[in-house]
């Protein structure tokens, strides 16, 4: 049981749904737990939305969700930038979402940039590899929402934003910055904007090495729920360790103690 939950952080893909599928009994968790006063948030490193673009994929698969509720790597490297690197402009590895969050944020974006900012990109090709390596050696900062290897979808897994960010950290032999999981500047974003405390902050996802791993580094408590890429043996070899393993996210409300109304008998 955890106790003192006021806001809980979820983890999208592999945590309330898989690729097109839902996780049965996610969304009625997540919206008894919102009955009961606990503050939602969503946290995904995927940076080919806007936080619209992912609070409207949220709605489709059936949760309640608001734009100000997604954290999701375009916004965050966006803000990112706004704050540490303000003034320059950003040349784009990556897809319309996080071209749209950095616009929203004030900042343009150019083939001629001070910044190479590295994403999903489904539709990747040579040039636009050669022109982040060009721009990179020639001195621009290199940032990227997240080195996932991989996603998970509902056929499998599928190469991540890592798979094109390795691309050109392996020409330009330079590392990129990552500001999704598990740096914990989201975690920074979130107690500004929200108002959290981390003693009363619960992060719930299926990865060790980015969502259990970004609980730690935020000093939050955490969930890692079975659904996803992480298997149970895993937790010992990556030293992470979870304050509850759960095989799916539709047992957390009465692991916090909140019990489904009865259904009233006919
Ligand atoms: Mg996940």
Same mark, same amino acid.
Not at 14 to 17: A, N, P, S
Not at 226 to 233: Q, V
């Given at each position: 049981m955890i106790r003192n939950v006021k806001c809980a952080i979820f983890d999208l893909d592999?945590?309330?749904?898989l690729g097109k599928d839902r996780i049965e009994g996610a969304s009625e968790a997540l919206h008894m737990m919102r009955e009961k006063g606990i503050k939602i948030l969503f946290l995904t &490193?995927? $940076?080919?939305?806007?936080r619209e673009g992912v609070a409207e994929k949220l709605r489709s698969r059936g949760f309640e969700a608001n734009a100000d509720e997604v954290y999701c790597g375009s916004y965050i490297v966006a803000k990112y930038i706004a704050m540490h690197l303000p003034g320059k402009k950003v040349y784009v590895v990556g897809e319309p979402g996080m071209v749209e969050e950095l616009n929203a944020a004030g900042i343009e974006t150019s083939d001629d940039a001070g910044i190479v900012v590295g994403c999903l990109d489904r539709q990747i090709n040579y040039e636009k590899l050669g022109k982040a390596h060009m721009l990179i050696r020639h001195g621009a900062e290199f940032i990227a929402s &997240? +080195?996932?290897?991989t996603f998970p979808t509902e056929h499998g897994s599928m190469p991540g934003a890592g798979a094109i960010v390795a691309a050109i950290e392996f020409s330009t032999r330079r590392s990129a910055l990552v @500001? $999704? +999981?598990? &740096?914990p500047y989201a975690f920074t974003l979130m107690k500004e904007?929200? $108002?959290?405390k981390a003693s009363e902050t619960l992060m719930v996802g299926d990865?060790?090495?980015t969502d259990i791993a970004f609980a730690k580094n935020c000093g939050i408590k955490s969930v890692l729920v079975?659904? #996803?890429?992480? +298997?149970?043996?895993e937790i010992k070899e990556k030293g992470l360790n979870p304050e509850l393993i759960l095989?799916? @996210?539709? #047992?957390l409300p009465k692991e916090l103690g909140i019990m489904p109304k009865e259904k009233p008998t006919a």
């Open positions: 592999g945590t309330l749904f &490193n995927a $940076g080919t939305r806007s &997240n +080195k996932d290897h @500001v $999704g +999981k598990p &740096n904007e929200k $108002g959290l990865r060790l090495d079975l659904t #996803g890429t992480s +298997k149970k043996e095989e799916t @996210v539709a #047992g």
